[in-house]
Each structure stands twice: as structure tokens, then as C-alpha cells.
């Protein structure tokens, strides 16, 4: 059988497998006390009696006697349940999902019940990404949820009532919408941070006209019929339609005193010409009964957030929200009265720069273990992925993180962070969000410490958790930014004078709070601890057992779970004598209100937790002594029993994925590779099963790492491509030899989820594995395996590459991807930084885009890869003309001006070689995450004319082998880093990190 045949065959089953998506009911158990007061998400009835509301955790309640007495239904899932759709009493459905740890692939779950919600069935399982909205009317339905590499932009419909799905819009160009509803059955609309998009199946989204929503992040849309319509989002966002979303009218001067500024509107509830609104703070539900005319406030004697409402009738609704809270009226919104839900508010209020800046272990403690309330508050979104995943999937991942460790969380959308934030000063930052706001009231610093107050007073915490101003270096100063904010606002919260508009319109009162902490940098030791290796009692876990789901939420990579220090910043505590806690005594008195009822674990717990932490110790000192003797494969391998002895799967498979990283990142590929075999052999259904068998998709690909294993000698050289063909015929046998290894590696991908196995880092790979092994060469023009991934939606960046490697092989038309010229000298240039020889006059200069301005060249001979750069000059360094070379430099460049050449040989942008340059001639050389990698390149740079400029060689023997051939294209990104300005690069991506986004080709002359 060819090799094109049997790669055929293995992708012909690991298609087949998409089909069987694993729904997400693969989470851990959930403490019974963490149920009672999880957020609720969406609210049905379907008359007075019969209702239903959803949340965190797979909460589902329901209610037979109109919420007089709500019960706790049992679910098969554990995930964040998003929304609720009855046909009658009996039938009906919900959907929610989450994402996979670690690789963070969106699932979806349906759960469908008969009996009136007593029980559920995940008998629809399916392979949709979440579901955030769905609405069945009889046998037909939409459904709207995150996009996903198998449905594209995240809308779908069914005929079957819901037993499958299908995507509804072909247009994977979508943008990242947030809200929707389907006024008929033919039509829906979404709504995104740039306007209102009208859908309709197997057509094409259409704008429509209306208002500009600036920084106002949509958040619900409901019809009352086929053409009256409203939209709600923050910052009081309020639209209404009488056309069926055609056009949209601002409705926002209608609510008295511009009030709704005081708001961020979640929950929207439409009949007839009734409609309901509120949101957060949940001081208030306002009500209009002439169409959104006029509107009156009707207290609801409580701040907590509320995420919706439903109404059966004018007179008898519901609204659900944070800390499990159910309230309910009988005389259309006039009063509300609390039916479920005891606690009033958090004890402790975090408030964090990013997502990676939460200390999870604080909330795994303070409420996971010790039943204090918590609340996180993100000032800043999540950095956008390079890849399909928005700012507001993004932010449900943390939301789900908190709720992994007993807490919730939000994500604050006024205050948004450019891709490359961490390079740019705050000054920057704060004049990008002044001229982004829709308020010319008020500056961004003035609207920042104004939101921190009215959170304060919407949660009333008796603490604060936030970082410390002293060490809160990097990330332009962001996290000092965000502690002085806080201070700030925790003396104006407690002052009836300051923004007293938000006493007297928002409903909300002064409140003071006892104690603020500050973080402190990861691994300095401060007055309040909290190691992994606390024992958590009432969770009987470890704490750095008790935030691995969390991490996994939060985490792109894995990494071990760190300690977390505080220092107390603020103390207005009676009596609480110096403890090294959050609560003390008085504070756990005072804060009953804000406290669930816990249960300590039994001593047997207790006893399990211990003799883990002792396997751990044991495994970390195997860890330790494997890194300082660079133990071989089989050396570490007939330890592994040790290693597994008296831990759980997920606890093995974390000490074999710290030993993976050690030998990757120490250049020991082989034994890396060995590592993660094991994961996804013995440990493949827990958390880092995905993220190893990715691993091996991006190690069997790749011809850099191909060509690191071969130049170092002791280990076993097992070629991985027929990138290491050679002129004796040898290149049938590498690449027999690369198809016998990933055959089974395609099996387990065939196993894996089907959302995840179709995934571009998973699909790209392994088409390029299967184009090097047809073709013989990794610079083959080879495309059929990628013609195939045109039936998923890959995303922008992915499809343009997809394409590219199409238009490599027929060589028609304008190139999908740019193609820059790299041409051949029979003159080497003489390096000093002036740039004066005759090649680089010849080179084709390509500018990288930006406010600093600058530009690379690319050129080559049969021994070297030149490539040079001028830059204008932002920060003055001394003149540099020293000629050095590379080897064994590897400084920290993180804070210098520097460019960046990534260099993918094979593109299977799975790895790639890095190197990079300072404007003072510093370097730094990696492939992959190997910083052992030291090639002998030379490079100079110099400064002059307010402009400074690099020179440097390559020896091509370093990058591949054999030598590129005419017509043969690299795929690479040049990109320059300024502290203080940003990234400027050739394909105009800004994010830090290289991603698909930010590639092009040269093409050899």
C-alpha cells in the first residue's frame, strides 16, 4: 500500500470520529454546599406554577407551586448551564458547555427531560462548541453559541428537535457577537461590540443600521413578536427595533436622569408592549408599559447581579442572578421578594489586572474551603487569542475557573487591552481608552475608580484582594495601575459625597471595607501563605489539588501550581490581633450573611490527602534528580511506577508532563516525546491527555526539530519527516518510517474529541506530515492534504495558510498569503550595519507596519541566510559596531527594542526557529521552547541618523538540510518589539506571542 493510500485511509478515520463528540460532562464532582449559591444564568416558566432556572455547576431548580418551594434537579454535567427553553409543563431542553483545559477547544451540551425537569438526559449528544442561547419551537430551532473549527461562526440550526445541527451561516468571517434571538423561524439576529447583524440560514450576516455601540458589550436581545424587538449591554445600552432588526433606535435618553449609565444591563424580558430590563448593580428592575416610552425603577431590596428575568403574565415574573438569588413579583416588577437564595453578598471582592494575575489558591481557601463568598472582578479582557476563541469566550473560561474553585467572576469590558499591551506604557494605555470611551463626561481614570466603587458597593465585601503597588512591576506598570485604583476606591465607597449618583439612581449605599490585601510577585514570601501544599480540610484536597481545574481554565500550557502571598495593604478590622488570614474571628462573625454552610471531610480524607502530598514530594525528588542527570528514556521510564505510587491519574500525569518540559526544554526531544506517549497511552482522559497528543502532532511534523535531534549526538535519531531525506534514496524509508509512527498517533486523535481533533494545531500538522511523506520533501508543492481541511472552519489565519499551500501547487492568481522575494548573491556582505553593499540595494525592502516605522530584507548564497533591518530610533542606545557571534548569548530581551525573525522550514506552523536582536547587539536563539539550541550566526548592529540597524548571517546548514531549492518558500515572521510603543510587523499582527496571523513566505530565487 503507498504511503498516499494509507495516509488516506488514517485520515478517512479520524474523520469518521468527528461525529462522536464527548459532551463536557467529564468534570470533577461538585461540593453539594457549592450548589445552593451558584450564579443562575437564565429563567423559564411556562405558566404560573411550572419554572425553571439555570446555572454554574449544572445547577438546575425548578418549581411546581410558582417558587413557593424550589428543588435541586440532578444533571449529568458539572458545566456552566447557560439557557433554558420549555415547550410545555413536560418537554424541554438545556444548553450550556465549557472548554477542554489547557487547549481551551469550546463543547457544547444539550440536556433534554419529559418529566418536567425531575430528571435529565444528555441522550443529544453532539459536537457543538457552547451554547448560550437556545430556542426550539416544536421540531425546529436555533441554536447560538461560540464558534468552533466544525460549525464555523457559532449559529446553527435544527429540524429534528435538536438531535442534530447544522451550521447556518456558511460566512466563517462572523464577528464576535455576544447576544441573539430569532424573531421567526427563517431569521435571526445577532449582535456583536461593532453593531446588529441580521442572519438568515445559508445566507450572510447584513449589518444593520443603528447607533455605534462603542465600548458596550451586548449582552440580551429579545423579540416581542416577528418585528418589535429590544437589545441590552453595558453601560446602559438600550435599543429598540420595529422593522425586525433592520434599523435600531437608541433608547437610552428615555430611562430619567440618564440612570441606565449606572448599569450594565444583562436581563431583558419583552411582552407586548411591556418590557423589563436590569442588570448589575441588581438594585433595580425598571419597567415600561408603553413600549419603552416611559420607564419607572422599582427597588428589589438587594444588590446582587441579575442575569434575567421571565414573565408569564403583566403581573407574576421571576428574575435570577449571582449568589443563587431567585426573586419574584405578583404585581409586574411594583415589588420583588426573595424566593431562593440566603446569602446577600461576597465577603471578599477581588480585583486583578488580567486573568493570569488571579490567585486562585485565595479563592479555593477563602470560599472553596472556608465558605466565605467570593467574587473576581478582571479590570481587563483576556488577551485575544491568535487563534478563532473571542474576548467573550475567553471571559466565560474565567468565569467557569472561578466557579471551579467555589467563587464566581466577570470580566470588566470598558477598559480593553490591545493584543500587545505588555510593551505599552500606561500613559499610552490610558489616552487608547479615553478616546475609545462614549462618555465625554468623564476620563478613563475618572470612569476606571468610578466602576471599582460601584462594585464595591454592589458586592459589600468585608475584604478586598487585589496586587501589591510595591511589587507590582511589568505589564506597563498595569497591576500598580489597578492597586492604586482600588485603594482609591475603598475610601470613596464608604463616602456618602463621592458619586453620589449612584446612591441616589442606582439604589446602591456607602460601604466600608475592613481590610484590603496585595499580592505579592510569585515565590516572595509574605505574612499570609498559601502553598499548594496547604490542606484544604473541607474540600479534602490539597490546595494545589483544589485549583488544577482552575488552572487548566485559565492556563494555554500547563504549568505547576505556585504559592500565593499577601500582605495586608489596608486594616480596619476590630480585634484581629495580626492573624495571617484573610478572616479573622470578628470578620467571620460579621460576615454570616456572606458565608455558606460547610462540612469538614473525614479523617480518611484527610489521611488520602497526606499520603499524596508525600507521593508528590517523593515524585518531585525523582523530578530533580531526572533534570540534574539527564536521565535517558528508558532510565526514567522504570521509575514511572515509582512515580504513580500513592498518586491519582491526574496527579501521575502532572509529574510526567514536568518531566516532558524538563527534557524539552533542555533539548532532549526523544525523551520528551517518550514522555508524552506515556500521557497519552496510560493518562489520555485526564486534563493533559489533549494537550500531549497535540505535542506529538506538532513533534512528528516538525523538521526543526527533525534536524535539532540529528545535530545532537547520544540520542536515537527517529526521522519525523522526509524533511531529512537524503541523495542516497533514503527519503521512502523516513517517510515509511514517519507514517508507521503517526498511524497510531492518527488513532488516537480519532479517539479524541471530535471538536478537538478538529482544531487547525491538530488538522495543519498532520497535513503537512501527510504532504512530506507523499512528496519526499518538506518544500514538495504538494496541497491535497490540505485541499481537505476546506470543509473545516479553521478560522481566518488557518484558511489563508490552508490556501496557500492550494495556490503553491497550481500557481494561479494572487497568493492567499504574502510572498516576499528573497534573492541569491555571489557576494557576501560585509557586516557593520550600514547596509551599503550592493545586495541589500537589490533586496526588497518590507516595511513593517507601526507608528515607529521600519523594514527587513531577506537574501541568501549556497552557505548563508542574510537578513538585515533599519529601524527609526525610539529609545537611544549607545552606537554598537562590534561583529560577535551567537552562540551561547541567549539574553533576556524582554525589555529591550528588539526584532524577532521566527523561521518555520516545513510550514506545519507547529514549531519553528526563533531568533532575535536588540538594538546594543544582544541576542537570544530557541527552537521551539529549547533554548539549548545555539546556532553560529553573526549579527552587528549599529546606531546612526536616529536610526538603528541589524546585519546578520545564517548558516543555512543550521536551518535545514539540504540547502532550499529555487521556487521554495520558507514561512516566516519579522516583527519588532518596543517597549513603550508596541509591535510593529510585515502581516500587520500585534499579538506577543507568533501565531499563524503573523506569518508570510519567502519565496527563493
Known amino acids: 500500500m503507498s504511503n498516499r493510500v494509507c495516509w488516506r485511509l488514517l485520515a478517512a478515520v ?15 464532582d461538585v461540593p453539594a454546599a457549592w450548589l445552593h449559591d451558584a450564579e443562575l444564568r437564565d429563567v423559564q416558566f411556562v405558566d404560573a406554577e411550572h419554572g425553571w432556572a439555570v446555572g454554574a455547576l449544572g445547577v438546575v431548580w425548578r418549581t411546581e407551586d410558582g417558587g413557593k418551594v424550589w428543588h435541586l434537579a440532578r444533571t449529568p454535567v458539572a458545566c456552566r448551564l447557560e439557557t433554558v427553553s420549555f415547550a410545555d409543563a413536560q418537554r424541554g431542553w438545556i444548553a450550556g458547555g465549557d472548554a477542554m483545559p489547557y487547549v481551551h477547544t469550546s463543547r457544547g451540551v444539550v440536556l433534554a427531560t419529559v418529566d418536567g425537569g425531575r430528571t435529565w438526559t444528555n441522550e443529544l449528544r453532539t459536537d457543538l462548541p457552547r451554547i448560550w442561547k437556545l430556542q426550539l419551537r416544536g421540531e425546529a430551532g436555533w441554536a447560538f453559541g461560540e464558534a468552533s473549527a466544525l460549525y464555523g461562526g457559532g449559529i446553527f440550526t435544527t429540524r429534528d428537535a435538536g438531535r442534530t445541527w447544522a451550521a447556518a451561516v456558511p460566512d466563517e468571517a462572523l464577528p464576535a457577537w455576544t447576544a441573539a434571538d430569532s424573531p421567526r423561524g427563517d431569521f435571526a439576529v445577532i449582535a456583536a461590540a461593532n453593531g446588529v447583524y441580521g442572519v438568515a440560514p445559508g445566507g450572510r450576516a447584513k449589518l444593520a443600521a443603528g447607533p455605534a455601540l462603542a465600548v458596550s458589550r451586548p449582552r440580551r436581545i429579545e423579540f416581542a413578536d416577528a418585528t418589535d424587538g429590544w437589545l441590552v449591554g453595558d453601560r446602559g445600552l438600550l435599543l ?53 416610552e416611559t420607564w419607572t425603577a422599582r427597588p428589589t431590596g438587594q444588590t446582587a447581579p441579575i442575569e434575567a428575568i421571565a414573565f408569564v403574565d403583566r403581573h407574576r415574573g421571576w428574575a435570577v442572578g449571582a449568589l443563587g438569588r431567585v426573586l419574584a413579583t405578583r404585581d409586574g416588577g411594583h415589588r420583588w421578594r426573595g424566593q431562593l437564595g440566603s446569602a446577600e453578598r461576597a465577603a471578599l471582592l477581588g480585583v486583578h489586572a488580567t ?30 487569542s491568535a487563534g478563532r476563541e473571542s474576548q467573550d469566550a475567553a471571559s466565560r473560561r474565567f468565569c467557569d475557573a472561578l466557579a471551579a474553585v467555589g467563587a464566581s467572576g466577570e470580566t470588566a469590558s470598558r477598559f480593553p487591552l490591545p493584543e500587545d499591551a505588555a ?44 496586587h501589591d503597588p510595591a511589587n507590582a512591576a511589568g505589564k506597563v506598570s498595569l497591576r500598580a495601575l489597578v492597586a492604586s485604583a482600588v485603594l482609591n476606591a475603598t475610601q470613596k465607597a464608604a463616602d456618602p459625597l463621592a458619586y453620589p449618583e449612584q446612591l441616589a439612581q442606582a439604589g446602591l449605599r456607602p460601604w466600608r471595607v475592613k481590610r484590603v490585601f496585595g499580592a505579592l510577585p510569585p515565590g516572595e514570601p509574605g505574612p499570609i501563605e498559601l502553598p499548594p501544599t496547604k490542606v484544604a480540610p473541607r474540600l479534602g484536597l490539597a490546595l494545589g489539588e483544589a485549583i488544577r481545574p482552575a488552572l487548566g481554565m485559565l492556563e494555554a500550557e500547563y504549568r505547576p501550581a505556585e504559592s500565593a502571598a499577601f500582605r495586608t495593604l489596608v486594616d480596619h478590622a476590630p480585634n484581629t490581633g495580626g492573624r495571617r488570614e484573610f478572616f479573622a474571628a470578628a470578620a467571620s462573625e460579621e460576615a454570616r450573611d456572606a458565608r455558606r454552610e460547610t462540612d469538614v471531610s473525614s479523617p480518611a480524607s484527610l489521611s488520602a490527602v497526606q499520603q499524596r502530598l508525600v507521593a508528590r514530594r517523593n515524585a518531585q525528588g525523582i523530578l530533580a534528580q531526572a533534570a540534574k542527570n539527564r536521565t535517558s528514556t528508558l532510565g ?4 514511572l511506577d515509582a512515580l504513580a505510587t500513592g498518586l491519582d491519574d491526574e496527579g501521575t500525569a502532572e509529574v510526567v508532563r514536568q518531566l516532558a518540559d524538563q527534557f524539552e526544554t533542555s533539548g532532549q526531544w526523544e525523551t520528551a516525546a517518550e514522555a508524552h506517549r506515556v500521557i497519552t497511552q496510560r493518562y489520555a482522559k485526564t486534563p493533559l491527555g489533549p494537550p500531549s497528543l497535540a505535542w506529538l502532532v506538532a513533534y512528528e511534523s ?63 500538522p498532520l497535513a503537512a506530515i501527510e504532504r512530506n511523506a507523499a512528496s519526499g520533501r518538506a518544500s514538495s508543492n504538494g496541497a491535497g492534504p490540505f485541499a481537505a481541511l476546506a470543509d473545516l472552519r479553521l478560522g481566518e489565519a488557518w484558511s489563508r495558510l490552508a490556501a496557500a499551500e492550494k495556490w503553491r501547487e497550481a500557481r494561479h492568481g494572487k497568493p492567499p498569503v504574502a510572498v516576499w522575494r528573497c534573492g541569491t ?31 527587513v530584507r531577506w537574501t541568501r548564497d549556497s552557505e548563508f541566510l542574510f537578513v538585515a533591518g533599519r529601524f527609526s530610533v525610539v529609545r537611544g542606545t549607545p552606537p554598537q559596531t562590534t561583529i560577535k557571534p551567537a552562540a551561547g548569548r541567549d539574553a533576556d530581551l524582554s525589555d529591550a527594542d528588539r526584532v524577532e525573525l521566527a523561521i518555520d522550514v516545513d510550514r506545519d506552523y507547529a514549531t519553528w526557529f526563533s531568533l532575535a536582536v536588540d538594538a546594543s547587539g544582544r541576542t ?30 545564517i548558516p543555512l546548514s543550521e536551518l535545514c538540510r539540504p540547502a532550499p531549492e529555487s521556487g521554495g518558500h520558507w514561512s516566516v515572521a519579522a516583527r519588532r518589539l518596543t517597549p513603550g510603543v508596541g509591535v510593529q510587523s510585515a502581516s500587520n499582527e500585534t499579538a506577543l506571542r507568533v501565531g499563524p496571523a503573523a506569518f508570510g513566505w519567502i519565496e527563493f530565487e
Not at 15 to 28: K, N, P, Q, V, Y
Not at 636 to 639: A, V
Not at 718 to 730: L, V, Y
Request: net charge negative.
Open 355 to 384: 486573568s493570569e494575575d488571579v490567585p486562585l489558591a485565595a479563592y479555593a481557601q477563602s470560599e472553596g474551603n472556608d465558605g466565605f463568598l467570593a467574587h473576581a472582578i478582571v479590570m481587563h479582557e483576556p488577551y485575544r
Open 240 to 292: 429598540r427595533t420595529r422593522d425586525g432588526g433592520e434599523t435600531w433606535q437608541d433608547m437610552r435618553e428615555r430611562l430619567p436622569d440618564r440612570a441606565g449609565r449606572h448599569f450594565d444591563l444583562h436581563a431583558l424580558e419583552v411582552r407586548g408592549r411591556d418590557v423589563w430590563i436590569a442588570g448589575s448593580p441588581g438594585t433595580l428592575v425598571w419597567h415600561s408599559a408603553d413600549d419603552g
Open 825 to 855: 548573491t555571489a557576494e557576501k556582505p560585509y557586516l557593520d550595519g550600514k547596509l551599503d553593499d550592493k545586495l541589500w540595494q537589490q533586496a526588497t525592502p518590507i516595511a513593517l507596519a507601526g507608528v515607529a516605522g521600519g523594514d
Open 924 to 953: 537570544n536563539d530557541r527552537c521551539g521552547r529549547d533554548a539549548t539550541w545555539t546556532p553560529q550566526w553573526f549579527v552587528v548592529t549599529r546606531e546612526a541618523d536616529a536610526a538603528w540597524t541589524f546585519e546578520a548571517a
Open 702 to 764: 516538525s523538521s526543526e526539530i527533525a534536524l535539532r535531534r540529528r545535530a545532537n549526538p547520544g540520542y536515537a535519531v527517529r526521522p519525523a519527516s522526509a524533511e531529512e531525506a537524503t541523495a542516497d534514496g533514503s527519503d521512502r524509508e523516513a517517510a515509511a518510517g514517519s507514517s508507521r509512527r503517526v498511524g497510531p498517533l492518527l488513532a488516537l486523535v480519532a479517539q479524541a474529541d471530535a471538536r478537538f481533533a478538529a482544531e487547525a494545531e491538530i488538522r495543519f
Open 423 to 466: 510593551l505599552w506604557s500606561t500613559a499610552a494605555l490610558v489616552e487608547a481608552w479615553n478616546q475609545a470611551s462614549a462618555r465625554g463626561d468623564a476620563d478613563a481614570m475618572t470612569q476606571y475608580e468610578e466602576l471599582l466603587v460601584r462594585a464595591i458597593r454592589t458586592w459589600r465585601p468585608e475584604a478586598i484582594a487585589t
Open 636 to 639: 526514567w521510564l522504570g521509575q
Open 14 to 28: 479520524a474523520f469518521l470520529a468527528f461525529g462522536r463528540g464527548s459532551g463536557a460532562d467529564e468534570l470533577c
